[in-house]
Nanobody, 129 residues
Framework: QAQLVESGGGLVQAGGSLRLSCAAPGLTFSSYTMGWFRQAPGKEREFVARIGKSTGGTSYGGSTSYADSVKGRFTISRDNAKNTVYLQMNSLKPEDTAVYYC????????????????WGQGTQVTVSS
């Protein structure tokens, strides 16, 4: 069973930044599409961002997709040499408050959480107004 471990969450004021990391030491990392999702209290888990498998033997890259609510503020990236995916979050808003999860898919999923194979335990992000 693959293990995904998120870190980097915390409390930040509106307008601030956080960088989330997700390490996947037991995964053949470059073979997986990696996604970030979030879940606020009382709401369903929602798609945040996704980065596809790297191509051409590169350690980075892969196509990216974002939820409309985070476009222009969040950036997803990956480093296959470190088996890690990142989510840089800038210009944070109170509505970004949620538990953030990373997920891995052997296919080419984008925004449907049901298609992802492995999940981390989540990291709390709280944005104060």
């Amino acid at each position: 069973q693959a293990q995904l471990v998120e870190s980097g969450g915390g409390l930040v004021q509106a307008g601030g930044s956080l960088r989330l990391s997700c390490a996947a030491p037991g995964l053949t990392f470059s073979s997986y599409t990696m996604g970030w999702f979030r879940q606020a209290p009382g709401k369903e888990r929602e798609f945040v961002a996704r980065i596809g498998k790297s191509t051409g033997g590169t350690s980075y890259g892969g196509s990216t997709s974002y939820a409309d609510s985070v476009k222009g503020r969040f950036t997803i990236s990956r480093d296959n040499a470190k088996n890690t995916v990142y989510l840089q979050m800038n210009s944070l808003k109170p509505e970004d408050t949620a538990v953030y999860y990373c997920a891995a898919d052997l296919g080419h999923s984008v925004s449907n959480p049901k298609l992802y194979d492995y999940w981390g335990q989540g990291t709390q992000v709280t944005v104060s107004s």
